[in-house]
């Protein structure tokens, strides 16, 4: 199995910045997908940002040039930082892994919380 942990999410004014970081541990082989997702109060988890294997990544049209996806191959973690935020943004932010016949189990996410 493999256990991802999320950290980096915060309090902060609209037009601010925060960066997501996600550490994944346990058995991590064939990775497809490493992506971001979110879920606000009364919706639907929804998937924000996405790098595949190769390197191409995919973002929602919502975070579309203020979201940026990175991952560290060599330590298995994924970030995602955030600029120009918005109150729409705020959610609980997760992370999730894909790979070859498995998916991590979800973590507890990590709260963002962006004031007008």
């Known amino acids: 199995q493999v256990q991802l942990v999320e950290s980096g999410g915060g309090l902060v004014q609209a037009g601010g910045s925060l960066r997501l970081s996600c550490a994944a541990s346990?058995?991590?082989?064939?990775?497809?997908?490493m992506g971001w997702y979110r879920q606000a109060p009364g919706k639907e988890r929804e998937l924000v940002a996405v790098i595949i294997s190769g390197g191409s990544t995919n973002y929602a049209d919502s975070v579309k040039g203020r979201f940026t996806i990175s991952r560290d191959n060599a330590n298995n973690t994924l970030s995602l930082q955030m600029n120009s935020l918005k109150p729409e943004d705020t959610a609980v932010y997760y992370c999730?892994?894909?790979?070859?016949?498995?998916?991590?189990?979800w973590g507890q996410g990590t709260q963002v919380t962006v004031s007008s």
């Open positions: 999730n892994i894909h790979g070859l016949g498995w998916v991590a189990d």
């Open positions: 346990g058995t991590i082989f064939g990775i497809r997908t």
